[in-house]
Every structure is written in C-alpha cells, then in structure tokens.
C-alpha cells in the first residue's frame, strides 16, 4: 500500500472542517424586553400587534448587529415589575427609575429621548389656558397605572378617585373621547400619542384646548436587570450608533419626541 503524505493531508483537512461546519455558530444572546401597552410606544402586545414604536426600535437594533437579539416579551403596567424582578424580562424600556422601580435593583441608560404629558380639555369660547391652572373640582380622566407629577406619582387608583374625582381606564382613546363628550373636564395624554390621535382623527383638532402647562417631562430610561446578558454600557453604546446612523431619529420624529443629549442619572 503506498502512502501519499499529500493525501493525508487532504484528508485531516476535510475532517478538521467537518468538526468545524458541525459546531454552532456563535448564537447571538437573547435579550427579552418588556413590552407593556404604552401608546404610541407599544400597542396591544398581548394581542401580537407588532405597532408601535418599540417594535421599531427592536428591529432597528437587531438590524444594527448580531451580538444580540432582541424579543418582546407582552407584560402589563402594574405586572411589569414582577416580571423584571423574576427575570421573565430583562429589560424595561421608555421607563423612569422614579415610576415604582426604586427597590427593585437595576441599571439605567439614558436613552436620550424626551416626551411629555399634557394637560387636555374640550375648547370653549371662554376657556383659556388659566383653567388648566387648577384640577380642584375638575373630572380628571387618567390612565390606568400612570405615575402623575401632579398627585406625587402616587398611582393608587383609590387615591386619584378621592382626590381628583380621577376616572381611570386602560385606553387614551377613551380619556380623549370622554373629554369630547362631556363626561370628563381634562384628560392627561402623552404629547406624542395626542400628536398621533390628531393625525388620526384630524377633525378633532379643532376641538381640542391643550395645556401649556406640562405634568411632567419624560426623560426615557432602559432599566436592565442585574443578570441580565447584556450590560447597561453595551445597550448605550448599541442606542449610540441608532443615533448616529440617524435611526432614532427616523423613528420618533414622526411623534414630536424629543432627541436629547443623554446624562447619567
């Protein structure tokens, strides 16, 4: 039998490339994200709508690289806490350290992205912007859950009942609608859903008196879990080149939400 030192070669090359075609790729880590319905952040997630600015937002970072892939996983306002501290989720995203999560161990990024909360009422003739001045006697329509600035972000729905004659449901929608109908004096809304509402429905435009008075900025914050595969420093950095490339700002422009420079919190 004669031996062919050429052959061998061959030989342990091909298997060499077996063993190396037969080990997985390197998978990217999974990073689960919390998605509970935040209109126009996120829409009916339980329902798998896939609307919404967070939907866009994760595929913008899953576009952006392959370290990391990024799944939405459908929570709710009042369970999202639980969910983060059981590890159900990983991250929290369009949140604030102030909105209940003060025990609950985590690290924020800033996002660098800013909203606010307006105030809202039907116009009338003699209505001027003085009667957002004070809510005492006034039909408050809140959404369910919500930290408000103006009641210390104490989101106790008994609390906002007692206090502010608060009726509170799960639907901007429906606050809006109470507002147009009568059944409610002010509605407290996002400024960049009632920017999208009025795109929607643009003849209530006119109808609506909205405050120049602001109940609170939001200054958006992703809260990561301390076990969490990702690290709060890797995620800016990822938030970084969406700025960068001119992504974020493609995507919540649309909704008047602001693009800011990010500070340590």
């Known amino acids: 039998m004669t031996f062919s030192p050429m052959g061998m070669t061959s030989r ?42 967070l939907p866009q937002m994760v595929e913008a970072l899953n576009q952006s690289q392959s370290d990391y ?29 102030e909105w209940g999560w003060q025990d609950v161990p985590h690290t924020s990024v800033d996002m660098g992205l800013e909203d606010a909360e307006v105030f809202v009422a039907q116009r009338q003739p003699d209505r001027q912007q003085t009667y957002f ?12 859950g919500y930290h408000y600035a103006f009641a210390e972000f104490n989101a106790d729905p008994k609390f906002l009942a007692g206090q502010y004659n608060a009726t509170l449901t799960y639907s901007h929608d429906s606050n809006l609608l109470m507002v147009l109908r009568g059944r409610a004096d002010i509605a407290l809304v996002t400024r960049s859903y009632l920017n999208d509402y009025v795109l929607r429905n643009p003849e209530v435009g006119p109808q609506l008196l909205v405050s120049e008075r602001i109940d609170q900025v939001y200054h958006h914050y992703a809260l990561i879990r301390p076990q969490a595969p990702i690290s709060s420093e890797a995620f800016a950095q990822l938030l970084q080149t969406l700025r960068d490339n001119g992504q974020l700002l493609k995507i919540f422009q649309p909704y008047q939400i602001q693009l800011v420079p990010t500070h340590s919190h």
Do not use: W
């Open 133 to 144: 001045a004070d809510l005492r006697g006034k039909r408050l329509a809140l959404f369910s």
């Open 12 to 53: 342990v090359l091909l298997a060499a490339l077996a063993v190396f075609l037969a080990l997985p790729v390197e998978a990217a880590q999974l990073v689960r994200i919390g998605a509970a319905h935040f209109p126009p952040y996120t829409v009916r997630p339980e329902n798998g709508a896939d609307t919404g600015l």
């Open 69 to 97: 892939q990024f799944v939405l996983v459908p929570t709710s306002i009042p369970r999202r806490f639980n969910d983060f501290k059981q590890g159900r989720v990983d991250m929290a995203i369009f949140e604030n350290p």
